[in-house]
């Protein structure tokens, strides 16, 4: 499925049109700068953790991922507490995170002594600071690189990056997107749309397992990585993102590669009060090692 070019301006839904006329107007100084340089910035440690890729493979026991949108990166000492002790957060094999500025994920990183890779989008005009998404892995983080997605967001014009990089697991490379998407009336669904074309793209060109991961800001990409050959992992979660008096079901887990035999697979998500107004949502996927191709499903 090749990538579908930008749209032209016409191509924008009237309500989203309307929507990104009223906010423009209301704020129209509040513009970011987006990093488009595919090389960087760049943050990027790949040898503070000193655990062999392989350790990690103990017999039955599945690849663990966490992710979470830890809003703009605030509460980052509540977030390693978080994590060090809720049973269902702790000693993640992958842990991916949205919303962060590169101080943030480096103290992340040290607090859970963990190698990290982070490319920001841009510079928010409301957090006043960097912003995108990261990997972190006690394993060693290979591969790294940036994929720069079309559209700007309304009103701020922030290009969203994903970061991608390679983690070996039982000695098989596994590539891993950490994805954060535009906000629901930020772009026209046909250009969410156009994003996450970019993404299978980049994830069809590798030959092994791949998971994305992240938040996407959106129930309905749920179909199109199915039909793209990935499995809805979080697919059954209840809401993950706070909205007005309720949940919106906006953080996603998808997998391709992994063989999900004997109903072993298992997904969740833990309150974040006072920390994020996102739940952090985790995964287990196994049993045994990741197939060596593609696994269709859906």
């Known amino acids: 499925m090749p990538a579908a070019p930008e749209a032209p301006a016409q191509s924008r839904s009237i309500p989203a049109t309307a929507v990104w006329v009223m906010l423009a107007l209301a704020a129209a100084a509040c513009s970011a700068t987006s990093f488009l340089d595919p090389e960087g910035p760049r943050y990027y440690e790949s040898t503070r953790s000193g655990k062999p890729d392989d350790t990690a493979g103990a017999p039955g026991r599945p690849l663990r991922l966490v992710t979470f949108n830890l809003e703009f990166g605030r509460e980052t000492e509540r977030a390693i507490q978080l994590i060090r002790t809720n049973d269902a957060l702790r000693d993640p094999d992958i842990l991916l995170l949205q919303e962060m500025s590169g101080s943030g994920v480096t103290r992340v990183a040290a607090g859970l002594d963990l190698n990290y890779l982070y490319y920001p989008s841009g510079i928010h005009p409301q957090a006043h600071q960097e912003f995108g998404t990261a990997i ?163």
């Open 136 to 298: 972190l892995s006690p394993l060693r983080i290979g591969e790294p690189s940036k994929l720069v997605l079309p559209f700007g967001a309304a009103v701020t014009g922030l290009r969203r990056a994903v970061t991608v990089a390679t983690i070996r697991w039982r000695g098989v490379p596994i590539r891993v997107f950490s994805v954060h998407l535009p906000g629901p009336l930020s772009i026209a669904i046909e250009e969410r749309q156009a994003q996450v074309r970019v993404i299978l793209d980049a994830a069809r060109a590798q030959p092994g397992p791949v998971i994305v991961a992240g938040d996407f800001n959106s129930r309905s990409i749920g179909p199109w990585f199915e039909r793209g050959g990935f499995t809805w992992v979080t697919k059954h979660l209840p809401g993950t993102s706070r909205g007005p008096g309720f949940w919106l079901s906006y953080d996603h887990v998808f997998a391709r590669g992994f063989p999900a035999t004997g109903g072993t697979w298992a997904a969740g998500c833990v309150d974040a009060p006072g920390t994020s107004d996102h739940r952090a949502v985790w995964v287990t996927l196994g049993p045994g090692a990741p197939s060596a191709g593609p696994k269709r499903s859906g």
